[in-house]
């Protein structure tokens, strides 16, 4: 998929982030997942993320991302797939070739490792990895790796495949920020934990979508909350919740 591409992908329905399948030693299970992502697939998310935060990318080594997206392309049909991307700059540009290689159709940008960084350090360590790949990024406001307005309007200046932007810190305001600055740049997706809670104010500011780890285990049901939240069904939205 080319960025814009993936970017009305992430805009056209709820988004899946399956977790890993590891065996009792700890290995990637491929077997089990590639069942699971197949079965997830049939209720049809547009999008699902492989090795992304719920799906255990820190407990993962790099060589062994690009086997996950393998995996979850073997047998999600239709279903795009992105793959998680993180640690330092470095690092992350090495992830995101190889999982461009084995056919990911995006990168989830992870915060960077372990420490604090200025707006000039974000923006030179996510403009790196944006063009170190030619498929479409998205960067996951969160913990350590806040970027503000205006960094995010200088990466988008520069860096065309930067098309999506997830947040996790519920920070309202901020979301408000971006979203006024940037407007249809960029594809907008809520990231706080247990994301259904916090569905309708995202949803508010300009959010569409957001990634539902209860998916992984009742689709149905979160296709029935996220339903009846875009035509508006709040008794529906809070019998669910």
Excluded at 186 to 210: I, N
Aim: proline letters at 5%; a negative charge; aromatic letters at 10%.
């Amino acid at each position: 998929m080319t960025p814009e591409q993936i970017k009305a992908a992430l805009g056209s329905g709820l988004l899946s982030f399956p977790v890993t399948h590891f065996d009792k030693d700890g290995r990637f299970a491929p077997e089990s997942y590639k069942a699971h992502v197949e079965w997830l697939a049939g209720y049809k998310a547009p999008v699902l993320f492989a090795a992304g935060g719920t799906g255990e990318f820190f407990s993962l080594k790099p060589d062994e991302i690009p086997g996950i997206v393998a995996a979850a392309k073997e047998v999600a049909g239709d279903t795009a797939i992105v793959s998680g991307c993180g640690y330092g700059t470095e690092m992350a540009v090495d992830i995101a070739r190889s999982v461009e290689r084995v056919g990911a159709d995006g990168i989830l940008l992870l915060p960077h490792y372990l420490i604090d960084a200025p707006q000039e350090g974000l923006y030179a360590h996510v403009k790196k990895i944006c063009q170190s790949v030619g498929i479409g990024v998205m960067v996951y406001n969160r913990d350590n790796s806040v970027l503000q307005a205006d960094t995010l309007a200088r990466l988008c200046d520069e860096c065309p495949n930067l098309i999506g932007f997830k947040d996790g810190t519920g920070d309202i305001g901020l979301v408000r920020q971006v979203t006024a600055k940037m407007g249809d740049r960029l594809m907008y997706l809520g990231g706080m934990p247990t994301a259904e809670l916090f569905a309708e104010a995202y949803l508010g500011a300009g959010f569409t979508t957001y990634s539902s780890a209860v998916f992984n285990f009742v689709p149905g049901l979160a296709n029935e909350f996220y339903a009846a939240l875009r035509s508006g069904d709040r008794a529906t939205c809070e019998r669910i919740l």
